[in-house]
């Protein structure tokens, strides 16, 4: 398999818009990355670029340490799988995948033997006689990823492969790809605006907006390190929790302050503060929902702050339960146990863990501590 390099990659459309700057990678073998973004951060462009359908304007791009600008999309060793599968309709399972080989002129016995190995690690050997209109959404998607795996090649790219299956079936297909990848210890890239999809996949995630990478990191590091407002907003479903307040000063302990609360600080981040010069400056600080405790199901909270406040709205989801609430003039949510016994309009007292808090620079928006 291979290892591929973006160093300073930069796409210009023809038009003048810069869909992706200054954007630099150091993919290794095995590695499954995951780009990740809102609609029309460049996470596509950037992924094309590397397949050889879209020229790179500037910067360099090396598969296993040879430079592959120039080299065309056909001679990069790269297979894509489309969101739209493109299978040939009016051929069998088995010549869908075997087309491009045969194209390349590959000896029978041998296109049978990659198309029958391939058929076999993806559950499509009963299937291979069908044409794709005979093939469920899913069935089609293995199609399309076997068509990718008999050309054996360096690097698999997948552009939000999974986007035009149901719900179900997306959960389905995600675990499929995830054993694909360790079957076959390929090096994957793989696209998608779902956070979900990839933190359950990716063994490094880069997390992209406006054509700018905004973290490159493993999924765990980002959901408990984000790096900025962008990331931390992003990644997690409830949405961490932002609301803006003063560093200052309470007796002996610093706080955060807001206009009829506030939080008193650890110790280690009231340090961090000080030393960089916030006390007294707004800041926003960021928290996640599961971190907001209701006080009957209190895990062990050694820094915790209370919230008194009434609950707007109640979510049942099974195991869980939201909770939304106002923080003065921030909309808030807390993650607790079904158990809970509030209920919307009751007044209700949480704990904030605040050794679990995220503060950021309110003006660009970057961690602090
Ligand atoms: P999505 O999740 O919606 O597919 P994406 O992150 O993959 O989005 P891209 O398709 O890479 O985003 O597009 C990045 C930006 O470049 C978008 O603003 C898009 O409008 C713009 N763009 C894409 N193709 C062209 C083009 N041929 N000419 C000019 N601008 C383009």
Do not use: W
């Amino acid at each position: 398999m291979a290892s591929l390099s973006l160093e300073n990659i930069c796409k210009i459309y023809p038009n003048g818009f810069e869909a992706v700057k200054d954007f630099n990678l150091e993919i290794n073998d095995k590695d499954f990355i995951i780009f990740v973004g809102p609609s029309g951060c460049g996470k596509s462009t950037t992924l094309r670029m590397i397949a050889g359908l879209e020229d790179i304007s500037k910067g360099t791009l090396k598969i296993d340490g040879k430079v592959v600008n120039d080299v065309e999309a056909k001679d990069r060793d790269i297979a894509m799988v489309f969101q739209s599968y493109a299978l040939y309709p009016h051929l069998t399972v088995y010549d869908n995948m075997a087309f491009g080989l045969k194209l390349k002129k590959v000896p029978k016995e041998e296109i049978d033997k990659k198309v029958r190995h391939a058929a076999k690690i993806l559950d499509l050997e009963k299937l291979l006689d069908r044409k794709p209109k005979a093939l469920s959404g899913g069935q089609r998607q293995r199609v399309a990823m076997g068509r990718a795996i008999v050309r054996q090649p360096k690097v698999f790219l997948m552009d939000e492969p999974l986007s035009n299956l149901d719900a179900k079936l997306r959960v389905q297909m995600r675990t499929e790809i995830a054993k694909l990848h360790e079957r076959l210890g390929a090096t994957m890239i793989y696209v998608t605006h779902d956070q979900t999809e990839a933190m359950t996949l990716g063994t490094k995630i880069v997390v992209m907006k406006d054509g700018v990478i905004q973290q490159v990191d493993t999924p765990q590091n980002l959901y408990n390190y984000p790096q900025n407002l962008f990331v931390a907003g992003f990644i997690g479903s409830p949405q961490m929790n932002f609301v803006d307040a003063v560093v200052a000063k309470d007796g002996e302990k610093v706080v955060l302050k807001m206009n009829e609360n506030k939080f008193v600080l650890p110790e280690a981040k009231a340090k961090e503060l000080v030393e960089q010069g916030y006390m007294n400056k707004t800041v926003t600080m960021g928290i996640r929902p599961e971190n907001i405790h209701d006080p009957k199901e209190l895990a062990e909270v050694k820094n915790g702050c209370e919230l008194n406040v009434k609950i707007n709205v109640y979510e049942l989801l099974g195991s869980e339960v939201y909770l939304y609430f106002d923080l003065e003039q921030f909309p808030m949510t807390a993650r607790v146990n079904a158990d809970t016994t509030a209920r919307m309009g009751d007044e209700v007292k949480f704990i904030m863990d605040m050794d679990k808090t995220h503060i950021f620079d309110k003006e660009t928006g970057i961690v602090i501590t």
